[in-house]
């Protein structure tokens, strides 16, 4: 299970791999949060929950990501944490963290939102693996 | 020999993508570029202003301005009209950012009386407006109150005293689109713009201390209240959270109603509907309250840096005279009457990254432009120059009235980051006379001059080009960003 970050030339994305959906999901979160902060200062205190149903599971992917920018952007929620289980085009996702404070977190990009663009999702050998590209 | 296999070199500073470029399109495309910013083209940003020319009910050419790069769907400093009768809307025409747009505040301080104190000015301005990742403003809102700025715009920031009736005059649409509809923005949305109306936000955001360094035209600088070695303020910021959510909300309904309209797609950030259907005049109505919420917030940061100036200068808001040049939208879809092949017509022009640029005599300008034309506001990058242009009658002719918006990114935000290690760029500006201050981490390095083109290639083409004229060049003295 990794995630690292991908190179374009406004913005940036992120690619996540998982031995399952689930991890690739996962993944793709916490690649997320870590643009917009240094995971590693953020405590799990809060939770909160989603759950989605969309028509395909690209779409489910980009919705569940602008679901945590929407979280982030609406209440300072930043995700440490993530459960999530996927039914076909259901998700339904617990996410652990902590509000952000200026005073504790650092600042880093602020994610407008998870786009289509060049968007990657596909079983590589043994992996899921997810590409996303974040309007900065 | 054009550097991308199958565009055409029309003259010095237009491309021209043929049909064929890609399949099915149903015009040609049209790129502003010399042979200088032709160099450093994507392939990519040649095959979506290819891609727009697919779109039904496209009218006239898929255009790119010279600050041309990639985008969603669209690209970044593309223009693009469509009938409004047969045509479409897209929300990946107007981009995320509704309404993102720039707003210049003209002052009687000249360089000398502002650059001692400019250390003081730019820690007050950064201690004062809120900007950066998770910030929140000074302003909470009530639901009553978002719906309130929905339908009115800045109007509804001068009714709760940010700013003075005066300043509506001069912004674009007078500061508020008509239409705009509260039901057909989401609680997201809502819930999204509650705590961020009168904030800056980060990225490319920034509210700059500028002085005139060269003037170009001076009846024209003259007329709009600007003189060599005057200071000026320029903010650059849009509708923040409340318009991401609402882009964010219609391409998921646009992409969920395609098959119904029978529109099939290349890329589903070109997600679009016929824009007389029910999606569409929702969308529409949406977008138009997230760009009032967009004049809104630039009119509230436009009221706190006056306050800073009274108080930092000691100085009366008659003596400080710091009153708006002009305020313009460079990411949104107007419906505009053109005249297209002797008639005119009813369009929904998308502008995404790109400033609308009307010539002297249009009827939507104020009255005080009217003999002038509108002043187009581009900004450049931290470390370099902006410029106020005029539109001209080839730019009506051309390109639906519309210009460039910026100077458009060379380095990708890691490249960049790459670039600046080891470097201070705060430093480095500082040396250079510009006081920088931002809150995130990374910020200053993302945003370093480097990473940009060289604002005045890209305006240098628009004006060559015959589209808008140059009026004065503005260099900064000290930035703040998110």
């Not at chain 2, 593309?78 to 210049?104: H, K, M, Q, T, W």
Request: neutral net charge; contains cysteine.
């Amino acid at each position: 299970m990794s995630y690292r970050i991908i190179d374009v030339s406004g913005d940036i994305g992120i690619r996540a791999e998982g031995k399952t959906l689930e991890e690739c999901f996962i993944e793709s979160a916490l690649g997320l949060y870590s643009l917009v902060t240094d995971l590693e200062k953020v405590d799990l205190i809060e939770e909160i929950e989603i759950n989605l149903t969309e028509q395909s599971i690209e779409d489910l992917l980009i919705c569940f990501l602008n679901e945590l920018i929407f979280h982030f952007d609406a209440y300072g929620f930043l995700g440490k944490s993530v459960f999530l289980k996927i039914n076909e085009t259901y998700l339904r996702g617990k996410i652990k963290g902590e509000i952000f404070n200026p005073q504790k977190h650092e600042r880093r990009l602020l994610v407008k939102a998870a786009t289509y663009h060049n968007l990657k999702l596909k079983k590589e050998n043994s992996l899921f693996v997810a590409e996303i590209i974040f309007d900065i | 020999m054009p550097k991308i296999e199958g565009t055409e070199r029309i003259d010095p500073y237009r491309l021209r993508v043929p049909k064929g470029f890609v399949s099915g399109m149903k015009t040609e495309g049209i790129i502003y570029v010399d042979e200088i910013l032709e160099e450093g083209l994507e392939i990519e940003s040649v095959r979506q202003v290819a891609n727009v020319a697919t779109l039904p009910g496209i009218v006239g050419k898929s255009l790119a301005m010279p600050d041309i790069h990639t985008g969603y769907g669209f690209p970044i400093g593309g223009v693009a009209a469509f009938d409004a009768e047969e045509g479409i809307i897209s929300p990946g025409g107007v981009g995320y950012d509704i309404n993102c747009g720039v707003r210049l505040l003209r002052s009687n301080l000249n360089y000398e009386e502002v650059k001692p104190k400019i250390r003081e000015l730019v820690d007050l301005l950064y201690t004062h407006i809120p900007s950066g990742v998770g910030s929140t403003g000074k302003i909470k809102l009530s639901h009553k109150d978002e719906r309130e700025i929905v339908k009115k715009g800045a109007i509804w920031a001068v009714e709760q005293g940010f700013g003075d009736a005066e300043d509506l005059h001069r912004i674009e649409s007078h500061g508020c689109l008509d239409g705009a509809d509260p039901d057909a923005i989401s609680s997201k949305a809502y819930e999204r713009g509650r705590s961020q109306q009168g904030t800056l936000g980060s990225g490319n955001h920034f509210l700059e201390v500028q002085y005139v360094a060269e003037v170009f035209e001076p009846e024209i600088a003259n007329h709009m209240g600007l003189w060599k070695g005057q200071v000026t303020i320029m903010i650059h910021t849009g509708s923040r959270g409340f318009g991401h959510q609402i882009c964010d909300d219609y391409v998921k309904i646009m992409l969920q109603a395609l098959k119904k309209y029978d529109i099939e797609l290349p890329d589903k950030e070109l997600a679009c509907v016929p824009f007389r259907s029910k999606e569409a005049q929702q969308y529409f109505s949406a977008m138009k309250g997230a760009a009032n919420y967009a004049w809104a917030n630039r009119q509230c940061l436009t009221h706190w840096t006056r306050e800073i100036f009274f108080k930092l200068f000691k100085i009366s808001p008659k003596q400080l005279a710091m009153t708006v040049v002009f305020d313009v939208a460079h990411n949104i879809a107007k419906e505009e009457f053109h005249e297209i092949n002797g008639k005119r017509k009813r369009l929904i022009v998308h502008r995404k990254g790109a400033t609308r640029a009307f010539p002297k005599g249009h009827p939507e300008l104020p009255d005080c432009y009217k003999d002038i034309g509108q002043p187009v506001l581009i900004p450049g990058d931290m470390g370099r120059v902006s410029f106020v242009l005029v539109g001209l009658t080839k730019a009506l002719e051309e390109t639906f009235g519309s210009i460039c918006h910026g100077a458009g990114r060379v380095l990708s935000r890691n490249q960049a980051i790459k670039q600046a290690k080891g470097r201070s760029i705060k430093e480095e500006l500082a040396e250079r006379g510009i006081i920088v201050r931002a809150s995130g981490k990374e910020t200053l390095a993302e945003e370093m001059p480097d990473a940009y083109k060289d604002v005045s290639n890209v305006v240098d083409v628009v004006h060559n080009a015959g589209l808008a004229m140059k009026v004065v060049k503005l260099k900064p003295l000290g930035v703040i960003k998110g």
